[in-house]
């Protein structure tokens, strides 16, 4: 059974940092491609950063310079660091796994919202003006 449980959640004030982790387990292919999504009430889900199975990174241009994404895959982590938070990033973040076969973090970042991707239970960010 695949399961992603998400971490690292809460609430700052504008300008603060999180990081965010993601731990995988039940997942039985050994390179694929992750990465974040995240859903705000009454909004889309949106792709916010991806990293390919050949290790490479792509963060959504709302994002640039200010998150980072990370793997650790002796541990199956993986990781959002977010800096500078401004409120228009309050939502609920959540890791993915893409189904679809994929090798660079710009495939990805554009396969991140699929619907038959996994995806964890999510966790909430706030960021307060």
């Known amino acids: 059974q695949v399961q992603l449980v998400e971490s690292g959640g809460g609430s700052v004030q504008a300008g603060g940092s999180l990081t965010l982790s993601c731990t995988v387990s039940?997942?039985?292919?050994?390179?694929?491609?992750m990465g974040w999504f995240r859903q705000a009430p009454g909004k889309e889900r949106e792709g916010v950063a991806g990293i390919g199975s050949d290790g490479s990174t792509k963060s959504a241009d709302f994002v640039k310079g200010r998150f980072t994404i990370s793997k650790d895959n002796v541990n199956n982590t993986l990781y959002l660091q977010m800096n500078t938070l401004k409120p228009e990033d309050t939502a609920m973040y959540y890791c993915v796994i893409v189904v679809a076969p994929c090798m660079t973090a710009i495939q990805a970042l554009g396969a991140l919202v699929d619907e038959y991707n996994y995806w964890g239970q999510g966790t909430q960010v706030t960021v307060s003006s």
């Open positions: 039940g997942y039985s292919y050994s390179s694929y491609c």
